[in-house]
């Protein structure tokens, strides 16, 4: 068997098994004693839901991974790669254009593959537990408007790429590593006011004790505010959230019109002092440095693979191209990728206390939190016990009640 294939074939067969124990594990941790912390907020039969939310999704999640593993195993092995570079090649384009057709046609028809089990999930599962909103004629819009910026953003990211290590040699992907840190951070400007209203509607928050309480708050902090905007949820789903994006002038503070609906002025202050302890303590910042040195290791190890025969004997290709290159070092790429996404999960959780910790100290108490975050953990039917394995592999939050109780070990 050719050593690529084996590799290959390891890391996918490892990835899928180590899912398997790891959300099975999950499962077992489910405690049905509800947490002394959650009572009064968590009704018996509430809490069960929640329960019974997460066997679902596991369980739906575990079956998706298991038909496209096999279908992914299956294209390799049949030389499923070959029959598309064929098709890309027919035209008789050259490398850029033959990439793009190449590339655009395999992510065609992943995301149609996709699209029942996204449809089950939205419809038959989030819609039984009382979540859904979605129309069918949003769900189709949101499929069609992602294939849409998918292919004019990612294709002209994808054509620059493989033009540079066509024409720049052993540095090209030093040249890659530039342009796509600039596009990167020209899309962190853009995308609150350009992508994001594609998908929902943002409106300034109305004048009344809300908005005065956040200036006020603001103004306090010394973070000038470029606009506090609510957004529409609740047009897709019941969930709650908050978030931070954009820079410079593009700055916004978003909280969904389902989160406003259902806190107090109190706790909304109190998550929206979390999300500007982000931005004080630079994690935003951080992020973006510790992403686009990731990105440049990425470049430079994928420069040591392209037009690898033997790779591409593993695939059982028959021409080697820069673009087919690019496609198979993802799947050599991985497990680096999972290991580099343990520790940007550390990071991440560690900045949530911080943040956390910013809230309580700017706001001067700690019950306005506390309260926000069990109200979203109930509303969003959150697992209050995960596997410790399952936080240290995925989560970027820490578990709630480990929240908690730092919040209040840093009140005390």
């Not at 929640?50 to 294209?75: G, W």
């Not at 303590?281 to 973006?288: E, Q, V």
């Amino acid at each position: 068997m050719n050593l690529y294939l084996f590799i290959i074939l390891t890391i996918l067969l490892t990835g899928y098994f180590l899912n398997i124990v790891v959300e099975n594990l999950n499962l077992r941790n489910i405690s049905t004693n509800l947490p002394a912390e959650f009572e009064g907020y968590y009704d018996g039969e509430k809490y069960t839901q929640s329960q019974n939310y997460l066997k679902e999704t596991t369980r739906f999640d575990l079956i998706t991974d298991t038909v496209f593993s096999t279908l992914t195993i299956a294209f390799i092995l049949v030389g499923g790669f070959n029959w598309f570079d064929r098709f890309a090649r027919s035209f008789g384009f050259g490398e850029i254009a033959g990439g793009l057709i190449f590339t655009g046609v395999l992510l065609l028809v992943s995301n149609i593959l996709h699209i029942p089990f996204s449809a089950y999930a939205t419809f038959v599962i989030e819609e039984k537990f009382g979540f859904n909103k979605t129309t069918v004629k949003t769900f189709i819009l949101d499929i069609l408007k992602s294939w849409f910026l998918t292919a004019l953003i990612g294709g002209i990211l994808f054509a620059v790429i493989l033009w540079l290590f066509g024409k720049m040699g052993d540095w090209a992907w030093l040249y890659c590593w530039g342009a796509v840190t600039l596009f990167q951070i020209f899309l962190m400007f853009i995308a609150p006011v350009v992508i994001m209203p594609l998908f929902n509607k943002f409106t300034p928050i109305e004048n009344g004790e809300l908005k005065q309480a956040i200036e006020d708050y603001a103004g306090r902090q010394q973070f000038k505010i470029k606009g506090i905007f609510t957004m529409d949820g609740s047009r897709r789903s019941t969930k709650s959230n908050a978030f931070f994006t954009g820079f410079g002038k593009f700055r916004r503070i978003v909280l969904f019109d389902t989160l406003i609906e259902k806190h107090t002025t109190d706790e909304l202050i109190s998550v929206l002092a979390h999300e500007i302890g982000h931005y004080k303590k630079r994690h935003i910042l951080k992020h973006l440095l510790i992403s686009i040195a990731t990105s440049g290791f990425m470049f430079y190890i994928l420069s040591l693979f392209l037009n690898n025969r033997d790779l591409f004997d593993a695939f059982r290709m028959e021409h080697l191209s820069i673009y087919a290159s690019l496609v198979f070092f993802g799947f050599l790429y991985a497990p680096i990728d999972m290991i580099l996404g343990v520790f940007g999960n550390i990071f991440s959780r560690k900045n949530e206390y911080e943040a956390d910790s910013f809230a309580v100290s700017t706001c001067g108490k700690t019950a306005p939190l506390i309260n926000a975050l069990k109200k979203l953990s109930v509303d969003n039917l959150s697992n209050l016990t995960p596997h410790p394995l399952k936080v240290f592999l995925s989560y970027s939050h820490p578990p709630i009640l480990e929240r908690i109780k730092k919040i209040r070990r840093h009140s005390a």
